[in-house]
């Protein structure tokens, strides 16, 4: 897929990855191409996917969810059936940030954001070790993060 861009293309793509705030008129001259230019083949790289979507990023602390906890979580059954009932249903759960089917001791990690421990609690006695199929969790912590959301590199 990325045999498809030309520097050009890079060159946006990256910069809009470190600035989604950048006017086209701002972008096109960081890229060196025509406003024109550039609006049209940012708009392909949207049409065409390489762009998945442009949102702010949010200070988690000062929306109240500063503590940042990452779950392993066992299912009972390794069974398509199994996966698919568990993916429909954390997908719901709107504090879960990413949910990945993993290789290695555990089915799927979790990336969750809360207030606190005392929040994560709740959430995990109330919502998380009712999930279709969870046998097991076990839960991480994160006490500094080191890189978190870094940006592509291509």
């Given at each position: 897929m990325a045999g498809r861009l030309d520097r050009i293309d890079l060159k946006i793509l990256r910069f809009l990855q470190n600035s989604g705030r950048l006017t086209n008129a701002e972008l096109a001259e960081m890229a060196g191409v025509s406003a024109?230019?550039?609006h049209r083949r940012t708009q392909r790289l949207f049409e065409e996917g390489?762009?998945?979507e442009v949102r702010a990023m949010v200070a988690p602390r000062k929306v109240g969810k500063g503590a940042l906890v990452m779950v392993g979580v066992v299912l009972?059954?390794?069974t398509p059936e199994s996966f698919a009932a568990f993916e429909r249903a954390v997908?719901?759960?709107k504090f879960v940030l990413d949910c990945h089917l993993v290789a290695g001791d555990f089915d799927y990690f979790l990336k969750i954001r809360v207030?606190?421990?005392e929040d994560?609690?709740?959430i995990h006695g109330e919502q998380?070790?009712?999930l279709p199929g969870v046998r097991q969790t076990r839960t991480f912590f994160v006490m500094k993060e080191v890189v978190d959301n870094a940006p592509l590199d291509f």
């Open positions: 024109a230019t550039c390489f762009i998945a009972d059954r390794s997908a719901q759960l207030g606190d421990m994560f609690n709740r998380l070790i009712a």
